[in-house]
């Protein structure tokens, strides 16, 4: 088994992850960077695609009435007043310096011609903050944030390395300390230990969970996995964020314009279904108009009539081979389509999609997970030594968040992550990490002669998708549970690499910690909708629930009200629904 040592571990080499590595590196650590794909070039920031990938600041350029306090009260509304008040307030306030840090480091964004940053209006916001360039936002930010790492390495006072195409699987933990992790070198599937001192998980969502969602591949949950099974409480998990994604042959939000430009929206049958499902009272335009200003599905407004429509469409069978359903706006003029809808259709052409002649095929994807391992304003676990970022940490987003918050969330929770990784004192023991290794490659077993992991995970992604996403009821979150309990026995004998049968063993954990809490919120809030439950937004629930594990089995923990700031408590009666 190949060792590496280092002072700070960092794994995921997204945003957050980067950022993480810059701060802790700028600090004197010698850092080490793993990461699934090829850094620089995989994880969500870098492959996630839209008409406008946005970067939340409260800078107050485009109305100067905004700021950082306007953006936190967003947060709590839009987060159904079930984030960790401190932690939303430190993305509104944080936000902005972190943005300015990129453009200081080389970040070409959109500015207008005096010099400010181009805002715009995303959802969740009451003012126009989303910053950015279009598509690029995320590759750019990954960009500056490689370039930054390879500076001070180039130059001191500390160093990151990278190691590519490794996925690491558990942590070592003893005596509630971190000394570092262990992994699988992808490519010869073998192990490997990293000792240190210092860990921050980055490792992204658990995108493959569900069977249609728009993770780059590889984005199975690793870090909250990890962090369970040591001990760190997961929260709000049962929030995720779904929004209408093409699903073939490429991966693209559907957001902003597409819905502005009166799509015709079909099932396979070519029927015009949507108005099947808006209820009586409700504007069908109105309500597809809002998409644009509403994309991931919420229970807040009329748009989400939208999402349950096509939902249910394709979880009936009335879907595509690729399980979308159809938009077109090819009825509309071109030059309409190439002006107003410039960005998404300059990005589509190079994919070969012609938004002026052809339908395009979108489905409710899984986008963006909410919970994650609850970490404390300085982005440090339970666990001494260990730190969440990122989609990994969790409590700074609740039930929903506004548009921008997560590439906001990474820098400001990775630079956060970084410092108090660099921070860490004393050292980490070898032996630990080696003997964790030792006793988690037994668990995980020789591949067997079982199914492959490929039919478990894929079985479990399609029942997840059907049973856990936009529309929840009772029974639907216990066929997903029981999905997920299933994924877990026939994981023991799986025929698979090693890689892949740690990655079910995560996904089948990370399903019951969906199901579970989705199951006890007999409420709708934010991205969650119990179709089965008149209560929505009910006083009773301004709780979080909290995960964990006993014996190896998921226990859901319904955490005391949360205590709101004054400025915050009284907006309880703005929650829509």
Same mark, same amino acid.
């Given at each position: 088994?190949?060792?590496?040592?280092? %002072?700070?571990?960092?794994?995921?080499?997204?945003?957050?992850?980067?950022?993480?590595?810059?701060?802790?590196?700028?600090?004197?650590?010698?850092?080490?960077?793993?990461?699934?794909?090829?850094?620089?070039?995989? @994880?969500?920031?870098f492959t996630a695609a839209s008409d406008w990938m946005a970067y939340g600041a409260a800078f107050g350029h485009a109305d100067e009435d905004d700021s950082p306090k306007e953006h936190w009260i967003d947060i709590m509304v839009k987060g159904g007043l079930l984030c960790t008040p401190e932690l939303a307030r430190a993305i509104a306030e944080?936000?902005?310096?972190?943005?300015?840090?990129?453009?200081?480091? /080389?970040?070409?964004?959109?500015?207008?011609?005096?010099?400010?940053? *181009? +805002?715009?209006?995303?959802?969740?916001?009451?003012?126009?903050?989303?910053?950015?360039?279009?598509? %690029?936002?995320?590759? #750019?930010?990954?960009?500056?944030?490689?370039?930054?790492?390879?500076?001070?390495?180039?130059?001191?006072?500390?160093?990151?390395?990278?190691?590519?195409?490794?996925?690491?699987?558990?942590?070592?933990?003893?005596? !509630?300390?971190?000394?570092?992790?262990? /992994?699988?070198?992808? =490519?010869?599937?073998?192990?490997?230990?990293?000792?240190?001192?210092?860990?921050?998980?980055?490792?992204?969502?658990?995108?493959?969970?569900?069977? #249609?969602?728009?993770?780059?591949?590889?984005?199975?949950?690793? !870090?909250?996995?990890?962090?369970?099974?040591?001990?760190?409480?997961?929260?709000?998990?049962?929030?995720?964020?779904? @929004?209408?994604?093409?699903?073939?042959? #490429?991966?693209?939000?559907?957001?902003?314009?597409?819905?502005?430009?009166?799509?015709?929206i079909t099932n396979v049958a070519g029927e015009q279904f949507i108005p099947r499902y808006i209820p009586e009272g409700v504007d069908i335009d109105e309500a597809i108009f809002i998409k644009g200003v509403s994309y991931p599905f919420t229970i807040r407004n009329a748009s989400k009539w939208v999402d349950v429509a096509v939902f249910t469409?394709?979880?009936?069978?009335?879907?595509?081979?690729?399980?979308? *359903?159809?938009?077109?706006?090819?009825?509309?003029?071109? %030059?309409?389509?190439?002006?107003?809808?410039?960005?998404?259709?300059?990005?589509?052409?190079?994919? @070969?999609?012609?938004?002026?002649?052809?339908?395009?095929?979108?489905?409710?994807?899984? +986008?963006?997970?909410?919970?994650?391992?609850?970490?404390?304003?300085?982005?440090?676990?339970?666990?001494?030594?260990?730190?969440?970022?990122?989609?990994?940490?969790?409590?700074?987003? /609740?039930?929903?968040?506004?548009?921008?918050?997560?590439?906001?969330?990474?820098?400001?929770?990775g630079h956060r992550a970084g410092a108090t990784a660099a921070a860490i004192g004393h050292g980490a023991d070898a032996s630990v990490v080696t003997q964790a290794a030792e006793a988690g490659l037994d668990a995980l077993g020789a591949s067997g002669d079982g199914a492959e992991v490929e039919e478990i995970i894929g079985d479990l992604a399609?029942?997840?998708?059907?049973?856990?996403?936009?529309?929840?009821?009772?029974?639907?979150?216990?066929?997903?549970?029981?999905?997920?309990? %299933?994924?877990?026995?026939?994981?023991?004998?799986?025929?698979? =690499?090693?890689?892949?049968?740690?990655?079910?063993?995560?996904?089948?954990?990370?399903? +019951?910690?969906?199901?579970?809490?989705?199951?006890?919120?007999?409420?709708?809030?934010?991205?969650?909708?119990?179709?089965?439950?008149?209560? *929505?937004?009910?006083?009773?629930?301004?709780? +979080?629930?909290?995960?964990?594990?006993?014996?190896?089995?998921?226990?859901?923990?319904?955490?005391?009200? #949360?205590?709101?700031?004054?400025?915050?408590?009284?907006?309880?009666?703005?929650?829509?629904?």
């Amino acid at each position: 088994m190949r060792t590496k040592q280092c %002072d700070v571990l960092v794994i995921g080499a997204g945003g957050a992850g980067l950022r993480a590595a810059a701060t802790a590196a700028e600090a004197g650590a010698q850092v080490i960077v793993t990461n699934k794909g090829v850094p620089g070039k995989s @994880g969500t920031t870098f492959t996630a695609a839209s008409d406008w990938m946005a970067y939340g600041a409260a800078f107050g350029h485009a109305d100067e009435d905004d700021s950082p306090k306007e953006h936190w009260i967003d947060i709590m509304v839009k987060g159904g007043l079930l984030c960790t008040p401190e932690l939303a307030r430190a993305i509104a306030e944080d936000g902005p310096p972190r943005f300015q840090e990129l453009e200081d480091w /080389g970040a070409d964004f959109d500015k207008t011609e005096d010099g400010r940053f *181009v +805002q715009i209006l995303s959802d969740g916001a009451r003012y126009p903050r989303a910053c950015g360039r279009g598509a %690029d936002t995320g590759p #750019i930010m990954v960009e500056v944030l490689m370039d930054r790492c390879r500076e001070i390495t180039d130059t001191g006072p500390g160093s990151v390395e990278f190691l590519g195409g490794t996925m690491m699987v558990d942590l070592a933990v003893e005596d !509630g300390q971190v000394h570092g992790a262990w /992994g699988v070198e992808m =490519s010869r599937d073998e192990p490997i230990a990293v000792t240190a001192p210092a860990v921050v998980l980055a490792a992204g969502g658990a995108g493959s969970l569900y069977d #249609i969602n728009v993770f780059p591949a590889g984005a199975t949950g690793d !870090g909250y996995a990890m962090a369970l099974r040591a001990g760190v409480p997961l929260v709000n998990f049962e929030f995720i964020q779904i @929004g209408p994604s093409i699903v073939h042959p #490429i991966n693209f939000a559907l957001s902003g314009v597409f819905w502005r430009l009166d799509p015709e929206i079909t099932n396979v049958a070519g029927e015009q279904f949507i108005p099947r499902y808006i209820p009586e009272g409700v504007d069908i335009d109105e309500a597809i108009f809002i998409k644009g200003v509403s994309y991931p599905f919420t229970i807040r407004n009329a748009s989400k009539w939208v999402d349950v429509a096509v939902f249910t469409e394709i979880s009936e069978g009335r879907g595509t081979d690729h399980r979308g *359903v159809y938009m077109s706006l090819a009825h509309k003029p071109d %030059d309409v389509i190439e002006t107003e809808a410039h960005v998404p259709f300059e990005h589509l052409m190079k994919h @070969g999609l012609d938004l002026r002649r052809e339908a395009i095929e979108f489905a409710p994807a899984i +986008q963006h997970f909410n919970g994650g391992a609850r970490i404390d304003p300085q982005a440090a676990t339970c666990i001494e030594g260990l730190c969440a970022a990122g989609e990994n940490a969790g409590g700074q987003h /609740g039930a929903d968040r506004p548009g921008g918050n997560a590439l906001a969330d990474s820098q400001v929770f990775g630079h956060r992550a970084g410092a108090t990784a660099a921070a860490i004192g004393h050292g980490a023991d070898a032996s630990v990490v080696t003997q964790a290794a030792e006793a988690g490659l037994d668990a995980l077993g020789a591949s067997g002669d079982g199914a492959e992991v490929e039919e478990i995970i894929g079985d479990l992604a399609w029942k997840m998708w059907k049973g856990a996403s936009v529309v929840r009821t009772k029974e639907s979150l216990e066929s997903a549970l029981s999905a997920a309990q %299933d994924a877990a026995e026939r994981a023991e004998g799986a025929a698979g =690499s090693l890689r892949r049968r740690a990655e079910l063993r995560n996904l089948a954990l990370l399903g +019951q910690c969906v199901t579970i809490p989705a199951g006890l919120r007999d409420e709708s809030r934010g991205t969650h909708y119990r179709a089965d439950c008149d209560a *929505v937004n009910a006083h009773e629930w301004l709780r +979080q629930i909290e995960l964990g594990l006993e014996n190896g089995e998921v226990v859901a923990e319904v955490q005391d009200p #949360i205590e709101l700031p004054d400025e915050i408590a009284d907006l309880e009666s703005e929650l829509e629904g």
